[in-house]
Structure formats: C-alpha cells, structure tokens
C-alpha cells in the first residue's frame, strides 16, 4: 500500500470543520454561513440568535419585501415538493396548537395554498426567472456570482436579474 493510499484512507471529515457529512446519504457538503443576530425579547431584554445567512442576502437593491417574497416562494416550493402543504396559516387553525381564526385545514388544502403561492410566483417572475437565477439562488441556496460564471455571463447580470424577478414576486405576494 502506498503512502497516497493510507493518508486517503485514514482521513477522517468531522461535522464541525467546514464540511459537514450529510446522516441521510452520507455526502459531504459544505456548511451552511450563519448570521449572528440580536432579537428583542420583553422591553429591556435581547437574546442572541443564529440563523442560516441566505445567498440572497448581500446583494444591494433588495428590500425587505423581496426578502419576504423568496422566503414564501422558497416555503411554498419545498412545502409542494415535500407534500406537506404550507403548514399552519395566518387564517386558519392548526390542528396541533389550536392558534387561528378557528378555521381548521386539512393537508389536501394545506396543499392547495401552497400551490397557490408558489403558482402566484411563478406567473409573477416569469418561467425563465423562476427555473433560471430564483431556483439557483433561492431555491437550491447557491451564490448569485456562481450563476453567472456557470452561466458564461457578463458578471452582475444574475443579481439584476434576481432584484427584478424578486421586486415582481413582492408586487404579486403583496409585500412589495
């Protein structure tokens, strides 16, 4: 056995270096950044939070509904592609907390308003957005610059493009 081999062999990826070893499948991936925030709790007090730093988040023009916008495109998307449908709605009830207008929703039509929202978006952004820079960045997580060197682009053109597409998404959801 070379010495190539055993160093191959012997190598060992710990969860808490720069990669982390996927428990489902067993692939390696890269972490996730995080951003450190305060949030106020009561009058006086503030705890500090962790939360995974969205790729859309560094990129100047975009405002809070935009923000907003991916945020439900990106829960609608993976609440149809999980079949859960979207979860407890500011309108009704979940059947879990009680909490709601005393409305109760079934998941056939948890399902229904997910594929709603996500319609919404789609028909807002437009096809060639929504399966193009939105499902790159928003969906699948990746940075803006990486769409345009896969792409072969001039570089910033996928950050325009992910401000108009988002702006339009805001106008439709209604957070603009």
């Known amino acids: 056995m070379s010495r190539r081999q055993r160093s191959a062999a012997t190598a060992i990826v710990s ?28 009058v006086r007090a503030t705890v500090k939070r962790g939360r995974r ?27 149809l592609s999980d079949g859960r449908g979207m979860g407890p709605m500011p309108w009704g009830a979940d059947r879990v907390s009680g909490a709601g207008s005393g409305v109760f929703l079934l998941g056939q039509e948890r399902a229904l308003s ?45 950050s325009a493009e992910l401000i108009e597409a988002l702006s339009r998404a805001a106008e439709a959801y209604g957070c603009a």
Request: aromatic share 6%; net charge positive; charged share 25%.
């Open 15 to 42: 969860d808490l270096g720069p990669q982390i070893i996927d428990p489902k499948t067993g692939e390696i991936r890269n972490a996730f950044p995080i951003v450190v925030e305060d949030i106020a709790v009561g």
């Open 53 to 79: 730093r969205e790729a859309w988040e560094g990129i100047k023009g975009l405002t809070k509904g935009m923000h907003e916008a991916a945020l439900a495109y990106r829960q609608a998307w993976e609440h």
């Open 114 to 158: 997910a594929a709603t929202v996500h319609r919404r978006g789609v028909q807002a952004m437009g096809l060639s957005a929504s399966q193009g820079v939105v499902q790159w960045v928003v969906i699948e997580g990746r940075p803006v610059e990486a769409f345009d060197v896969a792409r072969q682009r001039r570089k910033g053109l996928a």
